[in-house]
């Protein structure tokens, strides 16, 4: 290309022009943006795939939440059911099901005393000459010192233990029943005090065996323990009210209350030197069943030797329930039934 001449001007190309220069000068086409690769998306209706490096791993649990499994009893056996015989062995023999017999024992004394009156009233009031109406109120009076005392028990059985308050309660209802024929000798109101301290007396039976049966048995066996002492309950009233007409033809009215008087001094030696308040307490229980009761109370705080509970039991709290209300209402109906269904009878 020749050189341009005086006057003329340089043509504008491409190798004049700066960089920077607007592609319209110099007849640049501006070229598109390169293509962004697109990724086909999948439709809304279909769930999308979460991108994972690696697939997860379970978590292990920690060293201190492992717990070892119990034991098995002593001459457990894979072979056949040696393991369901050895453990109905060992519950058989074990010292937890010893408690729950002597549990329903002295529920079976408090049911008996309780009902012999029932059979006695009928020559007493013959003896004294007491109205129908009037012998209502003897056998009433049991009640009268009965209705208070239920509450004022459990709280003695949180402060001091189950052991200890069934020990007094059973020792003051038996001496209540041995004093009945000396007071009625005495004095009718005499007579009618025992029956309301027999009434107080037993008021601490059932709070006594609820606790008991929370500490020496775990969860799995609390049923099964409450049955076998609800069992000596009803126990109780069947020998009463069998063994009372026969006691009394041959050594008179007052034979029944001599002789279940004794009967309850004779338990109370028996619970002491035999029964603690907690397994571990016991000398004689095995390895095994205080391994095999630990592990079934997890909800339950170990009491030590000689621990009282130094709290108030939340009555306002129970009492702001439905389901207490709801017992209380079961048992009220059953406690109104049972004494008409006996006197119809």
């Known amino acids: 290309m020749a050189p341009p001449g005086p006057g003329q001007l340089l043509p504008l190309t491409r190798s004049l022009l700066p960089p920077s220069a607007p592609p319209f ?8 943006p390169p293509a962004r690769a697109q990724t086909s998306r999948p439709p809304p209706w279909q769930p999308r ?24 009893p002593p001459g457990a056996s894979a072979a056949g059911g040696g393991e369901a015989q050895a453990l109905a062995a060992e519950f058989m023999t074990s010292e937890r099901v010893k408690v729950a017999a002597m549990l329903g024992l002295a529920l079976a004394l408090c049911n008996a005393d309780r009902v012999v009156m029932s059979v006695a009233i ?20 049991f009640l009268w010192g009965y209705l208070v005392s239920p509450i004022i028990g459990g ?24 004093l009945s024929p000396w007071a009625a000798a005495r004095s ?34 609390r049923s099964s323990a409450v049955g076998i002492a609800m069992a000596g ?12 007409p026969i006691i009394m033809s041959r050594t008179g009215t007052f034979g029944p209350f001599v002789i279940f008087g004794l009967f309850g001094f004779l338990w109370v030696l028996v619970w002491i030197s035999a029964i603690t308040g907690t397994p571990g307490e016991h000398p004689q229980i095995s390895a095994y069943e205080l391994e095999y009761i630990t592990k079934g109370q997890k909800l339950v705080k170990p009491q030590v030797q000689g621990e009282r509970l130094r709290k108030i039991p939340p009555f306002r709290n129970l009492l702001s329930k439905w389901p207490t209300w709801a017992l209380i209402s079961a048992n009220a109906m059953h406690s109104w039934v049972t004494p008409i269904n006996l006197t119809l009878g």
């Open 25 to 32: 000068l110099s007849g640049r086409r501006r070229l598109p």
């Open 122 to 141: 009928v020559p007493l009031s013959q003896a004294y000459g007491w109205t129908p109406s009037f012998a209502g109120v003897v056998q009433s009076s």
């Open 233 to 244: 309950f009803q126990l109780g009233n069947t020998i009463g009210l069998l063994l009372s």
């Open 49 to 72: 795939r979460l991108l994972c490096p690696a697939p997860l791993q379970p978590l292990r649990p920690l060293a201190r939440h492992r717990t070892r499994p119990v034991a098995a």
């Open 155 to 178: 709280a003695l059985v949180d402060y001091y233990g189950g052991k200890r308050v069934m020990a007094y309660g059973v020792a003051l209802w038996s001496f209540a029943t041995f």
């Open 188 to 221: 009718l109101w005499l007579f009618i005090s025992t029956r309301i301290l027999l009434g107080v007396a037993e008021g601490v039976a059932l709070p006594c065996m609820n606790n008991m049966v929370l500490r020496w048995f775990p969860r799995t066996e």
